[in-house]
Nanobody
Framework: VQLVESGGGLVQPGGSLRLSCAAS????????IGWIRQGPNKGREGVIC??????????YYADSVKGRFTISTDNAKNTVYLQMNDLKPEDTAVYYC???????????????????WGQGTQVTVSS
């Protein structure tokens, strides 16, 4: 099982980025995939999770990203994306994708239920 994130970088406030998470060793169709972030001097924060048991647009953990971030999957490429628009300095963080290897998205207080994690990709929002 491997998850590899890409697409991070430096962006100005109001800008956009699309993060990718390429999965191997298992099928995204049969597993929950979440995006989790960790800002400087902060704990890990769930962003959004998607599986066949969530609404098509995923289940948000963070109210602060609703209307700005969307999740999608490309089953042919076994890849999940996080489209981030109208980025704010407080979105600065390392962004991780992770899977539970089940169809269940863990609640916000149980992010440790994600059993496999990628290495993370840095997103910095600054002028």
């Amino acid at each position: 099982v491997q998850l590899v994130e890409s697409g991070g970088g430096l962006v100005q406030p109001g800008g956009s980025l699309r993060l990718s998470c390429a999965a191997s060793g298992f099928s995204l169709q049969n597993n929950a995939i979440g995006w989790i972030r960790q800002g400087p001097n902060k704990g890990r924060e769930g962003v959004i999770c998607i599986s066949s048991r969530t609404p098509a647009g995923g289940a948000y953990y963070a109210d602060s990203v609703k209307g700005r971030f969307t999740i999608s999957t490309d089953n042919a490429k076994n890849t999940v994306y996080l489209q981030m628009n109208d980025l704010k300095p407080e979105d600065t963080a390392v962004y991780y994708c992770a899977t539970t290897r089940t169809l269940n998205c863990p609640p916000a207080g149980k992010l440790y239920d994600y059993t496999y994690w990628g290495q993370g990709t840095q997103v910095t929002v600054s002028s």
